[in-house]
């Protein structure tokens, strides 16, 4: 354990990081009033607070209202497109690694109202229910050194797209158009290629796996994954009989006692977390080029649960 000293220290560390941080986008922001609202904005999310929202984070900062926290993210005038692109030269000076890998995911934003940019009833990553929510797409960056936020964009449904009216009562330009989350992501890897950002994978889970056209995307910038894929993802196979195509929870039975490894994914809670494993090359354009493979994992409480 941490004696007071080495406690200290290290929250004096953190503090002094933000302030460096802050002082990298505050050129973004062109007044003094959103600079500052920036910092305690920071300061607040960095915060024990249970519940972030702008009551709470103006009563933490001090302010009587939350007019100037609302002013911040809804008037002000500051880019946060140029904000990221600091944030990734950031992230390329304290956490590069040529090994780190890019996690797309997503999550939802349970809402009560009708005006949020992208609001409908959806899939909902928070809570795993299906509600009235805003969907982001995201990019983390996971590395030896750390792992980070580093892009996202807003989930905006065909229906959005096409309303015309409610496009320009919520102020979105005429440029944005419909894009699957799969072409979100792809945004976002091709802006993390184009800053510079190393990175050896990109992974993501079944929703992305799933979509043939980013596959096909990554390999043709030759960018390795691992993207998991539903159970009836079909995958073609050399077997004993000549070439199969399978889906892949059937190339389970393919595989034999010797060809599982128990390997633990990380530490968890309660200490490594073990799974077995096990991988078949797949054909590529009808040759095993040894460069495309079938990953399988078996839950080690309960050997019927797999994921791919």
Not at 52 to 66: C, F, L, M, R, S
Not at 100 to 109: K, R, S
Not at 184 to 190: D, G, P, R, V
Request: glycine content about 8%; proline content about 5%.
């Amino acid at each position: 354990m941490q004696n007071t000293n080495e406690l200290l220290t290290e929250v004096e560390g953190w503090a002094a990081g933000l302030v460096k941080l802050h002082a990298r986008i505050a050129p973004q922001f062109g007044r003094a009033e959103p600079r500052q609202h920036a910092f305690a904005y920071l300061k607040a999310l960095l915060s024990p607070m249970e519940r972030k929202n702008g009551w709470q984070i103006a009563e933490w900062v001090g302010d009587g209202t939350p007019d100037g926290m609302q002013r911040l993210l809804s008037s002000a005038k500051w880019d946060a497109g140029l904000v990221r692109d600091d944030l990734q030269q950031y992230v390329i000076e304290h956490l590069q690694d040529p090994q780190a890998v890019l996690v797309v995911d997503e999550t939802g934003f349970p809402k009560q109202g009708q005006k949020s940019v992208g609001v409908q009833y959806q899939y909902c990553g928070t809570t795993g229910e299906v509600e009235h929510c805003q969907v982001g797409v995201f990019v983390a960056y996971a590395s030896s050194k750390g792992f980070t936020f580093l892009d996202r964009e807003l989930y905006l449904p065909r229906s959005w797209c096409e309303d015309h009216p409610r496009r320009r009562e919520a102020g979105i330009p005429d440029s944005v158009g419909f894009a699957t989350k799969g072409e979100l992501a792809k945004q976002m890897i091709e802006r993390a290629l184009a800053a510079g950002v190393p990175f050896a994978w990109v992974a993501a889970d079944a929703l992305y796996g799933s979509d043939p056209s980013l596959r096909t995307w990554l390999e043709a910038l030759q960018l390795p994954y691992v993207l998991a894929v539903r159970g009836d993802e079909p995958v073609a196979l050399m077997t004993a009989q000549g070439r199969r195509s399978v889906a892949v929870k059937d190339a389970v039975q393919l595989l034999t006692r010797g060809m599982w490894q128990r390997l633990s994914m990380g530490e968890g809670t309660k200490g490594p977390r073990f799974f077995d494993w096990a991988c078949l090359p797949t054909l590529s354009h009808g040759r095993d080029d040894q460069q495309h493979w079938v990953l399988i994992r078996r839950s080690v409480a309960d050997p019927t649960d797999f994921t791919f």
